[in-house]
């Protein structure tokens, strides 16, 4: 695509972000039509599993027209090291979430709490994304500052998990 215009780059980029959201618009109204047709069926578990299935679809659609963003983006060291700072902020967001889910359940309001699981839950797609953006990174402070954003979000998911098995396991006997 180099001997494509930047700002062409950019419109197919955003034709493709309008392409995933009429599709994911269509999927869910699709969604919406059969929960209507059979709203009791609509009620159990297993539509409820269909549409975090669903949703998780969705968001991986969207996954595709970003990874073609940050690759324009790439070729520009400004708005890249711009970028690559967001990131860096937006994993600093994952450890907090977990402090916030394993020691503030009880401090503070409960969609606070909601927020952080849901942020939490949403790690595995924002380090597939902060990844995919080291992959591209062409200039050495943005490769830097997206390898901090890629090891702090790491390390805080795999904690996550670690904390979420311990607490399945139920306590210990020491």
């Known amino acids: 695509m180099d001997s494509i215009s930047w700002r ?8 493709g972000y309008a392409v995933v959201l009429v599709v994911a618009a269509a999927l869910l109204f699709g969604r919406h039509l059969q929960e209507l047709r059979y ?3 609509a009620a159990g578990g297993m539509w409820a599993f269909g549409d975090a299935m669903l ?6 659609l969207f996954m595709v027209p970003t990874a073609f963003l940050v690759w324009v983006m ?3 060291e400004s ?4 970028y690559s700072q967001l990131l860096l902020g937006l994993s600093l ?6 402090g916030v889910v394993t020691l503030g359940q009880n401090y503070l309001a409960q969609s606070v709490g909601a927020f952080c699981l849901v942020r939490l839950g949403l790690s595995p797609f924002i380090l597939l994304g902060i990844g995919v953006s080291r992959l591209v990174a062409r200039f050495d402070r943005a490769k830097q500052l997206v390898s901090y954003a890629l090891l702090i979000e790491g390390l805080t998911l795999a904690s996550a998990v670690a904390v979420f098995i311990h607490s399945w396991s139920g306590p210990s006997n020491h």
Do not use: E, G, H
Not at 8 to 15: I, S, W, Y
Not at 55 to 60: H, P, V
């Open 8 to 15: 062409t780059q950019l419109r197919l980029v955003a034709l």
């Open 74 to 76: 790439a070729k520009s």
């Open 55 to 60: 949703w998780i679809f969705i968001a991986c």
């Open 93 to 98: 967001s994952a450890p907090i979430s977990l």
């Open 79 to 82: 708005i890249y090291k711009t």
């Open 39 to 41: 709203p009791v069926d």
